[in-house]
């Protein structure tokens, strides 16, 4: 359940013990009817910035998020494939099998999409991480009027 990672400090050794992240996958139905407009929102600085965070700034593979005047992750784009999902992977996680996911697929039945994220969270967070995606899908939803 934890992962245990040695520093050196001179000729100190410091263990940093930290707990095993666990998946978190959860799929929204969204009324939207174009892909580029679901593909933009979740791709493109300008799109995020719509719904995820306050200022977006990408340089080719490399996504810097701002919330508020404090708030500032980098994140690397792992993966992409247009029009189906983009991975990103926080540059300050320690775990290198942790990343985010958004994925929109399209419902053939409902003629609708359904974005399916996938993200990490240690065991006592996992809850909030979920309510915090719900918030984030609700501005999305708000924003895009999906």
């Not at 100190?12 to 095993?20: A, L, P, R, V």
């Not at 995820?52 to 996504?63: H, P």
């Not at 999409?113 to 984030?136: G, N």
């Amino acid at each position: 359940m934890y992962s245990e990672k040695s520093i050196y400090l001179g000729t100190h050794k410091i263990i940093k013990i930290t707990m095993k992240k666990e998946k978190i996958h959860l799929e929204y139905l969204l009324s939207a009817t174009s892909k580029n407009i679901l593909w933009g929102a979740i791709s493109t600085p300008a799109g995020l910035e719509e719904w995820f965070a306050d200022k977006v700034v990408s340089d080719d593979k490399t996504v810097e998020f701002s919330w508020g005047k404090s708030e500032q992750r980098v994140a690397e784009i792992i993966a992409i494939r247009a029009y189906s999902f983009i991975r990103f992977r926080w540059k300050d996680d320690e775990g290198e099998r942790s990343y985010f996911e958004m994925k929109m697929t399209y419902n053939e039945l409902t003629h609708a999409y359904v974005l399916e994220v996938t993200d990490f969270a240690v065991p006592d967070e996992v809850e909030d991480m979920k309510e915090l995606w719900e918030s984030q899908i609700a501005n999305l939803r708000r924003t895009c009027g999906f």
